[in-house]
């Protein structure tokens, strides 16, 4: 199967007009296989022996959940299930381009992530809490903290604010995106069987496939860190009591 960069399936929905279809059906399928994978861990605890599984929930869960709190302070203890939640999921969104469905003709797969119509939702829902989680905190003098160090920076400091889900969102997409489009490159010499000279380069990078995927396993785990690492300083921005 011949694979474009950048292709999608494409519906027409009221109201939102064109959407990615295969996008939305692999974010729902990650979804479903998150709830199943945590209801498999959750059947462990059933049991009196500690298994493996519930080992590294436990060890991701408490991570997320003392870098939160070190960062926010008791202040942000009701928001940890946010973060644990943002980062797993995205992870899983960012590992799910290893599976080749599309390559075997299904109507989804790849990463979610890839699509900046993922990532940029899930960075203004990042945004838009961070301001109404500080203006319930810190009232209408929120808005003041645009003003300073000196009102006369305060276009600059709006420039700044604004740009957070912009550069939150394109920072996810282009990691995961050139992941992919890499693994397609090498995909398409593959198949190509292209010969220079002796050397059969088609056959010579079979084992690069390999590579990538470990290369697009880290960047994805790293990538799922750094964002939930800034939505969670943004929001102890927000939050701080001087502003």
């Known amino acids: 199967?011949?694979?474009?960069?950048?292709?999608?399936?494409?519906?027409?929905?009221?109201?939102?007009?064109?959407?990615?279809?295969?996008?939305?059906?692999?974010?729902?399928?990650?979804?479903?296989?998150?709830l199943v994978f945590f209801a498999w861990v959750g059947a462990s605890y059933r049991s009196a022996?500690?298994?493996k599984r519930q080992t590294v929930a436990e060890g991701v869960i408490n991570y997320i959940a003392d870098l939160a709190m070190s960062t926010l302070g008791e202040r942000g203890e009701p928001y940890v299930p946010f973060f644990i939640s943002l980062f797993i999921f995205i992870f899983l969104m960012n590992q799910f381009g290893?599976?080749?469905?599309?390559?075997?003709?299904?109507?989804?797969?790849?990463s979610p992530t890839a699509d900046i119509n993922t990532t940029l939702p899930?960075?203004?829902?990042?945004?838009?809490?961070?301001?109404?989680?500080?203006?319930?905190m810190n009232g209408p003098k929120q808005f003041l903290h645009v003003t300073k160090p000196n009102v006369l920076l305060t276009?600059?400091?709006?420039?700044?604010?604004?740009?957070?889900?912009?550069?939150?969102?394109?920072?996810?997409?282009?990691?995961?995106?050139?992941g992919e489009?890499?693994?397609?490159?090498?995909?398409?010499?593959?198949?190509?069987?292209?010969?220079?000279?002796?050397?059969?380069?088609?056959l010579a990078v079979t084992v690069?496939?390999?590579?990538?995927?470990?290369?697009n396993f880290?960047?994805?785990?790293?990538?799922a860190f750094v964002f939930t690492l800034l939505a969670i300083v943004y929001l102890s921005l927000a939050t701080a009591e001087d502003h």
């Open 218 to 223: 880290f960047v994805g785990t790293v990538q």
């Open 1 to 34: 199967m011949h694979e474009q960069i950048g292709e999608h399936i494409l519906w027409q929905w009221p109201v939102f007009g064109t959407v990615h279809a295969d996008t939305i059906m692999t974010t729902w399928l990650v979804m479903i296989i998150s």
């Open 98 to 110: 290893i599976f080749p469905f599309k390559v075997l003709g299904l109507p989804f797969g790849g």
């Open 49 to 51: 022996y500690v298994s």
């Open 155 to 178: 276009p600059i400091n709006i420039i700044e604010e604004l740009a957070r889900p912009a550069t939150l969102a394109a920072r996810l997409f282009f990691n995961i995106f050139v």
């Open 122 to 136: 899930l960075a203004l829902i990042v945004f838009f809490l961070t301001w109404i989680v500080g203006v319930r």
């Open 181 to 202: 489009l890499l693994f397609i490159i090498i995909a398409s010499i593959i198949t190509a069987k292209v010969q220079i000279g002796p050397l059969n380069l088609s």
């Open 208 to 215: 690069v496939p390999f590579l990538i995927q470990f290369f």
